[in-house]
């Protein structure tokens, strides 16, 4: 911007120098001089002295971060602007709803031409007069008005779908998406903060790097004496730092956050415009303009970067093919610069060109301003185009002499009206700018949020962070609560266990041993997953364990989601049977095969039953964390000693009940006489030696009875047998063996003879 130019312009980005390259005409005949003796010596500017130390700011400030909050808070639109146009991704908006569109209206477009007729509802087309019109109206003009209409829906639906889809998670819970737009902002506050703290204090070696220098003896001798006076007459007790940029044919002043630039053109206009122009500039460097801009730069700052390489091109290259090129790749960018940045932002920079007019003609230098005005209206474009009317931050020529018109106090006649008119031009920011309310509410506000935030942040550590869930989990256990642990599981692990209750009380019970000295030493997260490493003690062994972790999809409060356990307890399989065994003390389920049993991780005692026919010895089952399957459960009873006295005493009383037998050949009973086919007239069993029996398990409670041909017994059978002869006595030895089943029947051993 040529002649007063508060800023760069917000398209200008890290570029410090201007971004105007209109040549100014020679200077007006000289006006009146200022009041302040030009005689004087010129003196250093303290600034130059001293350095480039961050307290080169505009006086009346009480501190630098009032300052910068002055500035920041300023123009809010230009901030609103800044960050929906960079922060909801307007540009690939854009993209996303020319091409959508595009798409729909070339489909609107064939929809429309062949299928026209079925557009005239029957009714219609028969009507007289009605129906032709109808259909010569469609059958002319459907194309066109589908491809219009498909162009319409498609362009909103492809524009609304990149705006809507970052957000299509957080619509199921509001608080989500006031979460997440508050950290959105909270983080476009903080990029635009710290641009805005790096461009004030990097300021001099970024005018440095853009060629703006120190003025030189001569330069000082003309230019400073005049930036005293109009500081004085502004009533500043201080004076920004005054470089200079070589450039002869520009005439240009800038205002930055601690300098103003002045092209060396302004040494050929006379004192009383150079005056006006300076005191235009301490206005701009008093309010703080450029914080203001480099704030809104700072909040846009992505779209501010891309954005500064087309606009570098073009001004490099300043041709229309260059032009047409660097659009046909930039346009989204440029257009949501053009139609929605620049607008947003350029009330708050015509305000403040307005204000800075009124700063000049209140230090004096009305006429001054007013050549100045009037040699830039010579060079001034028309403003019928929409970037000179709604996007171009100077107002018109022609409306700033108009305002330079108004009545003002004349300095040298009414100082007090003077002095009124800049307190209302730069308010008291000295006795209210710290306890002002607005800056109480401002702070209250923040402090508020901080400790919101805080406790939000210190909840989310403590309960719902993934080491929390690990930690909850093995409490748990370490309390025997298997319902508690069986909670912290996701929906699907706990699925596998079916109904918890056997596992809770395998879990409650006294023989249960819960892992200890827990530790998490590690958690790798991978969005809504993660992997937590555990350090623990099972069965008197260090070891270490992996366990997956999943975050809900639900949120409590709509504000925290909780982690879970993405791991189904270990499997235990026992064999099936009549007799179950116990887990713990707890009966495992029963079943013709193997059963599975549930276990979450530590130490069981899986034990079977013990009868007085067999004994069942336990062992010790470890499940560690993470395990799906478990083996080392395979029980087998054994004989208890006790058990084969018990059974040859049952066996003998069933051979005795059989000896007890008149008969050849008593039922159910080993012992057999072969008569030949002689009658039996009279016998009598006794059992010489009883036979060795054998018992072989076939489960707790059954035992398979046998009896080896070495072992067998003998039994005498004495009788007398009736035949052809006569009556004939006979005294034989038998062999016999003993076999059945021996089975535990009210607690005690019970044979039942047979083969079985």
């Known amino acids: 911007m040529s002649d007063m130019d508060s800023a760069p312009q917000f398209s200008s980005g890290a570029d410090p120098a201007p971004a105007q390259t209109r040549t100014e005409t020679p200077a007006a005949p000289a006006a009146a001089p200022p009041t302040a003796s030009p005689a004087a010596p010129p003196t250093a500017s303290p600034a130059d002295d001293a350095g480039d130390r961050f307290a080169y700011r505009p006086p009346g400030y009480p501190s630098a971060l009032v300052w910068l909050r002055a500035g920041i808070v300023r123009d809010w639109r230009g901030v609103l602007g800044s960050f929906l146009a960079t922060w909801l991704y307007v540009p690939l908006a854009l993209v996303s709803a020319v091409w959508c569109g595009l798409a729909l209206g070339l489909y609107g477009l064939i929809a429309g031409g062949t299928q026209s007729e079925e557009a005239v509802p029957e009714l219609l087309r028969d009507a007289p007069l009605v129906g032709p019109l109808l259909d010569a109206f469609v059958t002319r003009s ?64 970024l005018l440095g790097v853009s060629g703006a220098r120190p003025l030189s003896r001569r330069e000082a001798e003309r230019l400073r004496p005049l930036l005293t006076d109009c500081a004085a007459r502004l009533g500043l007790p201080g004076e920004p730092r005054l470089l200079i940029e070589d450039d002869p044919v520009l005439t240009n002043a800038r205002a930055y956050a601690r300098h103003v630039v002045v092209s060396t053109a302004v040494l050929d206009c006379t004192d009383e415009e150079i005056a006006a122009l300076l005191s235009h500039e301490l206005v701009h460097w008093r ?59 350029r009330r708050d920079v015509r305000a403040a060109e307005y204000r800075a007019d009124a700063g000049a003609v209140l230090a004096g230098h009305r006429e001054g301003m007013r050549a100045m005005l009037e040699r830039r209206r010579s060079f001034e474009t028309g403003r019928s185009g929409w970037d000179e ?80 869930v690990v930690s909850d989990y093995f409490e748990a256990l370490d309390d025997h609560d298997g ?178 037998q008149a008969v050849a050949a008593p039922p159910g009973c080993p012992l057999r006489y072969y008569t030949g086919g002689t ?56 062999r016999f063996g003993v076999s059945g089943v021996l089975s535990v029947v009210d607690g005690k051993l019970t044979f039942q003879p047979g083969d079985d």
Not at 167 to 195: K, Q, S
Not at 681 to 705: D, H, M, N, Q
């Open 142 to 205: 459907g194309g066109v008005v589908g491809g219009f209409a498909g162009f319409v829906v498609g362009a909103l639906a492809g524009f609304l779908v990149v705006l809507v889809l970052p957000w299509r998670n957080a619509f199921d819970e509001p608080a989500n998406l006031f979460t997440g737009l508050a950290g959105m902002v909270v983080a476009a506050g903080l990029v635009g903060v710290l641009y805005t703290v790096g461009r004030v204090l990097l300021e001099p070696w």
């Open 287 to 345: 309010t703080g303009d450029e914080v203001t801009s480099a704030f809104i730069r700072g909040v846009g700052l992505p779209l501010v970067l891309v954005h500064a390489l087309p606009a570098w091109l073009m001004r490099r290259f300043p041709h229309p093919a260059t032009d047409f090129v660097v659009f046909l790749f930039f346009w989204p960018v440029l257009l949501t610069m053009r139609y929605l940045v620049l607008p947003c932002h």
């Open 389 to 468: 009317a709604v996007c171009a931050t100077h107002p018109p020529s022609e409306l700033r002499l108009d305002r330079l018109d108004r009545p003002a106090p004349d300095p040298a006649t009414d100082p007090a009206a003077t002095a009124r008119g800049l307190d209302g031009l730069f308010g008291a920011p000295t006795t209210t700018a710290i306890g002002s309310r607005r800056a109480l509410l401002l702070v209250g506000a923040l402090v508020l949020v901080s400790c919101l935030g805080g406790g939000l942040t210190a909840a989310q550590w403590a309960f719902f962070r993934p080491q929390a």
């Open 483 to 660: 319902e508690d642990a069986l909670a912290l599981l996701t929906p699907e692990a706990r699925a596998v266990v079916g109904d918890g209750g056997q596992l809770a009380r395998m879990v409650s019970a006294k023989g249960y041993q819960p892992p200890a000295a827990v530790s998490v030493t590690a958690v790798e997260r991978d969005g809504d997953e993660a992997v937590a490493t555990v350090a623990y003690t099972l069965g008197g062994q260090k070891l270490t364990a992996e366990l997956p972790l999943r975050r809900d999809d639900s949120a409590v409060l709509g504000l925290f989601h909780r982690w879970r356990i993405d791991a189904a307890p270990a499997t235990l399989s026992l064999p099936g049977g009549p007799a179950p065994l116990t887990v713990n003390g707890v009966p495992a389920p029963t079943g013709d095969e193997q059963v599975a049993v549930p276990l979450l991780p530590g130490a069981y005692t899986v034990a079977g039953e013990s009868t007085v026919l067999s004994e069942t010895a336990s062992r010790e089952v470890y499940v560690v964390p993470g395990q799906q399957s478990v083996s080392g459960a395979e029980l087998t009873p054994t004989l208890r000693p006790e058990a084969q006295a018990a059974a040859e005493q049952s066996v003998r009383s069933y051979l005795d009940a059989c000896a007890a």
């Open 679 to 734: 009658t039996v007239k009279k016998i009598s069993w006794k059992i010489t030696e009883y036979p060795t029996i054998e018992l072989t398990l076939t489960g707790p409670t059954t035992a398979r009875v046998s009896t080896a041909y070495e072992a067998q017994g003998s039994a005498r059978a004495t009788g007398s047998t009736v035949g052809y002869f006569g009556t004939t006595p006979f005294t034989e030895n038998e």
